[in-house]
């Protein structure tokens, strides 16, 4: 399996400032023949849906504000928010796909400092 | 838009069966796949397996063989799981989500059900 650990577990975000949440896959979600990078990013908030926010590593999804973005290639990935709002307190998840076997990240809980 | 609508929460037995119906709207079925996802109360997101909504056929993830089944009723847009043999550790919130696939296997999730809470008590 491939292992998903992200870091930090939780952090606290003074609003307006930037957020950092690292992904890190216990292999390579490289696809070397099309050079594309099998790996997603959701956000999680109390009472909704999960939202996707990125796949293939840096491809916002339509609809996503421009303050998040992805980043990171390999085995090491980034989710920054810039700019933070109080609408992106949540759990961040990453998500492999390049392996069948499909594995999430223990998620980052996103707080208001 | 794009919609999945799961059934509502469940309270069960131990050794009690439980289907959790997963219906979507605004797009066409057929051209995604369906996958589940575990969440058991405070912890992370569980990968449980996806169906090939064109050819029925499920691909269940490790841990998730034998009790589980995934199903489809394409005439309604809908995908079922059901868990026979419920154990406590089965408490969790279920969710469906859809996806893209191919003969690799499943990608990611572009939407996804509110979920469905899933008690198994005595």
């Known amino acids: 399996d491939i292992v998903m650990t992200q870091s930090p577990d939780s952090l606290a975000v003074s609003l307006g400032e930037r957020a950092t949440i690292n992904c890190k896959s216990s292999q390579s979600v490289l696809y070397s023949s099309n050079n594309k990078n099998y790996l997603a990013w959701y956000q999680q908030k109390p009472g909704q849906p999960l939202k996707l926010l990125i796949d293939?590593?840096?491809t916002r999804e339509s609809g996503v504000p421009d303050r998040f973005s992805g980043s990171g290639s390999g085995t090491d990935f980034t989710l920054t928010i810039n700019s933070l709002q109080a609408e992106d307190v949540a759990v961040y998840y990453c998500?492999?796909?390049?392996?069948?076997?499909?594995?999430f990240g223990q998620g980052t809980r996103l707080e208001i400092k | 838009q794009v919609q999945l609508v799961q059934s509502g929460s469940e309270l069960k037995k131990p050794g009690a069966s439980v289907k959790v119906s997963c219906k979507a709207s605004g797009d066409s079925f057929t051209d995604y796949a369906m996958s589940w996802v575990r969440q058991a109360p405070g912890q992370g997101l569980e990968w449980m397996g996806w169906?090939?909504?064109?050819?029925?056929?499920?691909t269940y993830a490790q841990g998730f063989t034998g009790r589980f089944v995934f199903s489809l009723d394409t005439s309604v847009s809908t995908a079922y799981l059901q868990i026979s043999s419920l154990k406590a550790e089965d408490t969790a919130v279920y969710y469906c989500?859809?996806?893209?696939?191919?003969?690799?296997?499943?990608?990611?999730?572009?939407?996804w059900g509110q979920g469905t809470l899933v008690t198994v008590s005595s």
């Open positions: 293939w590593a840096s």
């Open positions: 989500a859809r996806g893209y696939y191919d003969n690799s296997g499943y990608y990611y999730s572009d939407y």
């Open positions: 169906i090939n909504t064109n050819t029925g056929n499920p």
């Open positions: 998500q492999q796909y390049y392996s069948p076997l499909i594995t």
